[in-house]
């Protein structure tokens, strides 16, 4: 399957490098698809990762990368990412799933970041509101990316994932790909609108990270 990424940092890049290893077409977005050579973030360079990753994946525009993939993945800053996914046009979203990762972190006041999100509002239903036809599910944004596509990790894979979505069929396509990452404790936690329960569990994961540094960890729903 083609599957764009729209989001060039440690996240997409992250994704991205699982998604080819699963055997998909990758095209992962960037605003200047020219600038190849520029350090990303916490990630390396989009030519070092192509250069690792190899032929399933290209670096196309926003715009280039959201028009061919079937799946969009929004891996942008949460701050941008509205701005992000109208560059990727919004009859290249049309109709399809789009798996929204972003958190709305704002890191003008130092760390750790403050979360936008509120129990009246997410960026899941600013996106869904923004893009209606799109079938946005949002998922994977409560751990960092590493446990994102290697799940077992950690207490062989023992621990748990959310799904918020409208869309039931895209839930259950979402689904699949979350258990080829090697998901199994996956939580469908509802519409769009519950998006608003996972966005603010960030600021519990962030005081997490001041604790316990840059290791592998994640929530757990324990049932009894
Ligand atoms: N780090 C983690 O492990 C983790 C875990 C869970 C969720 N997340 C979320 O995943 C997302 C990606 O995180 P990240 O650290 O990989 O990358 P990031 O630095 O948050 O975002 C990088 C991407 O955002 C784009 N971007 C930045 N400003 C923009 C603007 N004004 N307009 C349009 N696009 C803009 C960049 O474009 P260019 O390609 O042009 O540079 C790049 O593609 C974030 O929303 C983050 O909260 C991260």
Redesign the pocket.
């Known amino acids: 399957m083609k599957i764009a990424v729209?989001?060039?940092?440690?996240?997409?890049?992250?994704i991205g490098t699982k998604l080819v290893a699963l055997g998909h077409e990758v095209i992962l977005?960037?605003?200047?698809a020219s600038?190849l050579d520029e350090k990303?973030?916490?990630?390396g360079s989009?030519n070092d990762w192509l250069s690792a990753v190899g032929p399933g994946a290209t670096v196309q525009t926003?715009a280039e990368a959201a028009a061919k993939g079937e799946i969009i993945i929004?891996?942008?800053?949460?701050?941008?990412?509205l701005?992000?996914l109208h560059?990727a046009g919004i009859e290249n979203l049309a109709g399809k799933i789009l798996i929204d990762?972003?958190?709305?972190?704002d890191f003008s006041q130092g760390m750790p970041p403050k979360s936008l999100a509120a129990d009246t509002i997410s960026?899941g239903e600013k996106i869904q509101a923004a893009f209606p036809t799109t079938k946005v599910v949002k998922t994977?944004?409560?751990?960092?990316?590493?446990?994102?596509v290697n799940p077992k990790q950690i207490d062989n894979g023992n621990h748990t994932v959310f799904v918020s979505g409208n869309d039931d069929g895209a839930k259950t396509t979402v689904t699949e790909l979350l258990q080829r990452f090697g998901w199994t404790d996956i939580i469908d936690l509802g519409d769009i609108s519950s998006a608003r329960g996972t966005e603010m569990l960030?600021p519990i994961w962030l005081r997490l990270f001041g604790k316990l540094g840059n290791v592998p960890y994640n929530f757990k729903i324990a049932i009894g």
């Open positions: 729209i989001g060039s940092g440690i996240v997409g890049q992250t977005g960037t605003r200047d600038q990303k973030g916490w990630a989009l926003f929004n891996a942008s800053n949460g701050m941008a990412s701005e992000a560059m990762v972003a958190n709305e972190l960026l994977l944004n409560t751990m960092n990316c590493a446990v994102m960030m």
